[in-house]
Nanobody, 120 residues
Framework: QVQLVESGGGLVQPGGSLSLSCAAS????????MAWYRQAPGKQREQVARITSTTTNYADSVKGRFTISRDNAKNTVYLQMNNLKPEDTAVYYC???????????????WGQGTQVTVSS
């Protein structure tokens, strides 16, 4: 079994900063990629940022404002969000692509989601 636990999020004024984290635990053989998605009301879920051992990618809407990072020893991915805008308001989800040690088959796991609200 693999579990993902997200933390962070909350209410912040425009221009402010927030940090999210997502820790994976359980029967993990290796992690292939870690990513953050978000879903605003009435909109489709979109990928915000993704990180592998060699690459980092960002959605155009967050480039220069958000930073994704990972701690391999802790199986944790972070999202530092700066200069937040009202349009960043959404539920943020982490997704981790990994190989479980129980099945050896690659699988995607999702966090429970955390609300980020940017409002004055």
């Amino acid at each position: 079994q693999v579990q993902l636990v997200e933390s962070g999020g909350g209410l912040v004024q425009p221009g402010g900063s927030l940090s999210l984290s997502c820790a994976a635990s359980g029967s993990i053989y290796s992690i292939v990629a870690m990513a953050w998605y978000r879903q605003a009301p009435g909109k489709q879920r979109e990928q915000v940022a993704r990180i592998t051992s060699t690459t980092t990618n960002y959605a155009d809407s967050v480039k220069g404002r958000f930073t994704i990072s990972r701690d391999n020893a802790k199986n944790t991915v972070y999202l530092q969000m700066n200069n937040l805008k009202p349009e960043d308001t959404a539920v943020y989800y982490c997704k981790i692509d990994l190989i479980p040690s129980t099945s050896w088959a690659p699988a995607d796991y999702w966090g429970q989601g955390t609300q980020v609200t940017v409002s004055s």
